[in-house]
């Protein structure tokens, strides 16, 4: 998985939220024991309308920045919240599209 670090590369998700978030969501790159980056949805989620299948995109530093070493990746995506509240139908890596992500490390 490093390669799509590397080359400037992102997590794309297309997914449909049921209702808004009221508590944190988190998505995660899990790597092994005590090896794991961690990033809130919960402000991106409240962006993007309910019911409608929406694209979005997070630029993979975020998740290096928060721990996640991408030569040990064991899950390639984790979503967390305290009850259901959105579906996934595709998750993939894309190489080099850091330019159209919808989350950056950056902000």
């Known amino acids: 998985m490093s390669r799509y670090l590397e080359s400037g590369g992102t997590l794309n998700l297309k997914l449909r939220l049921d209702e808004k978030p009221s508590g944190e969501v988190l998505a995660s790159v899990d790597c092994g024991s005590d090896c ?5 949805l919960q402000e991106s989620l409240q962006q993007i309308p ?11 530093q975020c998740f290096a920045k928060q721990g996640a ?27 080099s599209s850091v330019e159209s992500a919808t989350l950056h490390r950056d902000g």
Request: a negative charge; hydrophobic letters at 40%.
């Open 69 to 95: 070493d991408f030569s040990r990746v064991e899950s390639s995506l984790l979503l967390e919240n305290d009850k259901p509240l959105l579906a996934v139908v595709d998750t993939k890596y894309m190489p």
């Open 50 to 60: 309910v019911n409608e299948w929406t694209e979005m995109s997070i630029d993979l």
């Open 36 to 40: 794991a980056g961690s990033l809130s």
